[in-house]
């Protein structure tokens, strides 16, 4: 992600379309089903120039998780500020829903469940805490809400979690209703 007005050289510029491929790579297949080989095909690039912009898959897997966060906190920032100076509780809804819309595209989503299931990794595990620390922290501060209110937000996107990798919106059996009810998800793109 750049900003605006400022001219990245081309290994910038690669390096970011290295971390989108591998967002997409290692959200399919995961850390340990993912060859780097994978990610420079669908970087259109070779393998040689991903251990030249990333010492090794462990390092090119965290980079993308922690761009993943970057994007949760991007979004949970825009459904702060559709919220406005509303009250923490609505401030939260906001943020809820803006990060319901960011997992519709499951590559987010699946990229933060995989790396839950390689947190046995010393690297990936304090990525995963980092990332988490940073969506916590924005939520309570920009918020306001008592630590109880964002302890219910974030189990609640761990939910969400489960009903959007399930696609168990629309599924009727009584104990995905229960999962379900008064959770919002857009429609996958």
Not at 119 to 128: F, G, H, L, Q
Request: aromatic share 6%; proline share 3%; net charge negative.
């Amino acid at each position: 992600m750049t900003k605006p007005g400022v001219t990245l050289s081309t290994a910038d510029v690669r390096r970011d379309v290295v971390i989108d491929a591998a967002i997409v790579e290692f959200a399919r297949a995961g850390f340990h089903g993912t060859p780097t080989s994978a990610v420079a095909t669908k970087a259109g690039i070779s393998q040689a120039y991903v251990f030249k912009l990333f010492p090794g898959k462990t390092t090119l897997f965290v980079t993308a998780l922690d761009r993943c966060f970057e994007l949760v906190e991007k979004a949970l920032s825009a459904g702060a500020a559709r919220a406005g100076e509303a009250s923490p509780e609505q401030i939260l809804h906001e943020m809820g829903g803006a990060y319901a819309e960011l997992i519709s595209d499951k590559n987010l989503l699946m990229l933060q469940v995989h790396a839950q299931s390689a947190a046995d990794i010393p690297e990936v595990a304090d990525a995963m805490r980092r990332g988490l620390a940073r969506t916590t922290r924005f939520a309570k501060q920009r918020s306001g809400a008592t630590d109880e209110q964002v302890q219910r937000f974030m189990a609640y996107g761990q939910l969400c979690h489960l009903i959007t990798t399930l696609e168990l919106d629309g599924d009727a059996s009584d104990w995905a209703a229960l999962l379900t009810t008064g959770i919002r998800h857009p429609a996958a793109h």
